[in-house]
C-alpha cells in the first residue's frame, strides 16, 4: 500500500472513532447508571487514545 | 576569591528567605485545603455543629448507590467531551480564518468574539436565561414570527436539551479566549515556512495540518488542560446562575452535587468525599491529556 493511501486511510480511521466516541457520550447521558456512566470513560479514554496515537509520530 | 560553589552556598539563605513567603501562602491555602478535603470525607459532620464522627470510607460507598451522584458525573463527562470538541474545533477554524485570511472587518470580528470572555459568568448566565425563556425568549420570540412553533422548546425546562442549552452558553463564553489563544500562537509562526509550503505545492488546508498545528501544538496542550479545568468549574457557575441543577437534578454537574450536599442539605463530610472524586477525576484527565499530548517543542 503507497504511503499516502494509508495516511488517508489512518486520518479517516482516527476521524471515525473519534466522531463515534463523542456520539457514544451523547447517546450513553440518557441513561443514567454506573454502566453508561462506563461506557462515557471508556468513550473519553478512546478519545485521548486517538490523540496519543496521532502524536506519536511527533515525538 | 570565593568560588562559584562558596557563592551558590552563600546565596541559599537568601534564595530560601526570599522563597518562604510563597512557600507559606501555598501551604496555607493550597495545601491544607486540599488535605482537609481528604481528611473530613471520612467523617460526617451536618457543617455547623461541633460534632463529627468519624466514619471511614461510608461516604465512598454511599456513593455507589446515589444515582444523582451518577447523573451528576454523566454531566460533567459529557460536557467535557462536547464543549472540548466543539470549542477547540471552532476556535482553531476561527482563529486560522482570522490569521491567514485578509477579511475586511477583522478586528471587529475578533473583537466580538472575544467580549463574551471578558463578562461574568453570571453575566453570561442572565443574558442566555434570557434568550432561552419560555415565551418571550429572543429563540423561542424567532421561532414564533418564522412559523415554525413546532421547534420551540422549553429550553432550560426539559430534561433532554438543558444540559445542551448549558453547553452552548460554555461554548459561547470561551470560545474568543481560546480563539486568540490559538491567534497568538499562529501570528507568531513565520511567514516563509508557509511560502516554502505553498512552493511545495500545500493547499491551506495540508498547510492548516502540516505546519500550523504541529508549530502550535504546546498551546494546544495547554489550552487542553485549560477545558479540562473549565468543564468542572465554568460549568457549577453556570449551573447555579441558570438552573440550580434542575429540572429534576437533569443539569447537575459533579461540583454543583458537592456544593449541594456540603452547603445545603448540611452533609459535609459526603460532599467532600464527592470532592475527593472531582479531584481524582480532573488529575487522572489531566494528567493523560499531558501525557498523550507531549512532545519535543519544535523550534524555528
Known amino acids: 500500500m503507497k504511503d499516502s493511501t494509508r495516511g488517508v486511510l489512518l486520518v479517516t480511521a482516527r476521524t471515525i472513532i473519534a466522531a463515534a466516541c463523542v456520539a457514544a457520550v451523547v447517546v450513553a447521558r440518557t441513561t443514567v447508571g454506573w454502566d453508561s456512566l462506563a461506557i462515557m470513560l471508556v468513550a473519553l479514554a478512546v478519545l485521548l487514545g486517538v490523540l496519543a496515537s496521532y502524536n506519536r509520530r511527533f515525538r | ?300
Not at chain 2, 472540548?84 to 475578533?110: K, N
Not at chain 2, 442572565?126 to 414570527?145: C, K, M, P, V
Not at chain 2, 477545558?227 to 443539569?251: E, I, K, Q, Y
Not at chain 2, 448540611?266 to 487522572?284: D, H, K, P, T
Request: proline letters at 3%; one cysteine or more.
Open chain 2, 1 to 300: 576569591m570565593a568560588g562559584p560553589a562558596a557563592r551558590r552556598r552563600g546565596s541559599g539563605p537568601f534564595v530560601l528567605a526570599c522563597l518562604l513567603p510563597a512557600l507559606v501562602l501555598f501551604v496555607l491555602f493550597m495545601i491544607v485545603p486540599t488535605v482537609n478535603v481528604f481528611r473530613m470525607s471520612f467523617y460526617t459532620w451536618s457543617g455547623f455543629s461541633p460534632d463529627m464522627r468519624f466514619v471511614g470510607l461510608d461516604n465512598f460507598v454511599r456513593l455507589l448507590d446515589d444515582t444523582q451522584f451518577v447523573r451528576a458525573f454523566q454531566n460533567t463527562v459529557a460536557l467535557l467531551v462536547v464543549v472540548t470538541v466543539v470549542t477547540m474545533g471552532m476556535g482553531l477554524f476561527l482563529a486560522a480564518i482570522m490569521t491567514r485570511q485578509r477579511l475586511r472587518g477583522r478586528t471587529l470580528y475578533r473583537f466580538v468574539l472575544y467580549v463574551p470572555s471578558v463578562l461574568s459568568v453570571v453575566v453570561i448566565a442572565a443574558i442566555f436565561s434570557a434568550l432561552y425563556d419560555q415565551e418571550n425568549g429572543l429563540i423561542n420570540g424567532t421561532l414564533r414570527l418564522l412559523s415554525l412553533d413546532g421547534l420551540r422548546q422549553v429550553w432550560l425546562g426539559d430534561q433532554d436539551i438543558v444540559l445542551w442549552s448549558l453547553a452552548i452558553a460554555m461554548v459561547w463564553q470561551s470560545l474568543g479566549y481560546y480563539m486568540v489563544l490559538y491567534m497568538s500562537g499562529m501570528a507568531s509562526i513565520p511567514e516563509e515556512v508557509y511560502e516554502a509550503s505553498a512552493l511545495d505545492g500545500a493547499s491551506a488546508g495540508r498547510q492548516f495540518f502540516a505546519v500550523t498545528l504541529p508549530l502550535i501544538w504546546q498551546n494546544l496542550r495547554t489550552t487542553l488542560t485549560f477545558f479540562v479545568m473549565s468543564a468542572v468549574n465554568l460549568s457549577f457557575v453556570l449551573v447555579r446562575a441558570m438552573t440550580g441543577g434542575g429540572p429534576d437534578g437533569s443539569s447537575e454537574v459533579l461540583l454543583s452535587y458537592m456544593y449541594k450536599q456540603a452547603y445545603t442539605n448540611s452533609s459535609y463530610g459526603y460532599g467532600m468525599a464527592i470532592g475527593v472524586v472531582i479531584f481524582a477525576f480532573s488529575f487522572l484527565v489531566s494528567l493523560l491529556v499531558s501525557r498523550a499530548t507531549r512532545r519535543e517543542p519544535l523550534q524555528f
